[in-house]
């Protein structure tokens, strides 16, 4: 998908602040963040949302949600955090590329 803002990120079209990265996944720095750590963990193939994940997609999510602890515990959220998936128009999804937030706020 050309005109997708996070397939341009992960192309490298778009400069974004990458926290982690690997073959399959790349996670960044949300640009608009709603809490102190504000974290946005992506496939880097397109899938557009949930509700076109399949079977086939169980190995790519179950590593997007085995490494959300990973990636929090690195910023600080060791305590805890949030996160989230909006799935849909209708489920608050605002850009239609599968995105993971990972948000909170670090404690001492």
Do not use: W
Request: net charge negative.
């Amino acid at each position: 998908m050309t005109d997708c803002i996070f397939c341009k990120i992960v192309r490298g079209d778009i400069p974004a602040n990458k926290v982690y990265e690997d073959d399959e996944v790349l996670a960044f720095k949300d640009i608009r963040p709603a809490a102190p750590v504000h974290i946005l963990l992506i496939p880097k193939r397109h899938i557009e949302s949930m509700l076109n994940t399949s079977r086939e997609d169980e190995a790519l999510l179950g590593k997007m949600l085995a490494l959300t602890p990973v990636i929090a515990r690195e910023h600080g959220l060791g305590a805890g955090y949030k996160t989230a998936i909006n799935t849909g128009l209708a489920g608050g999804q605002e850009v239609f590329h599968l995105h993971l937030h990972i948000l909170g706020t670090p404690q001492p």
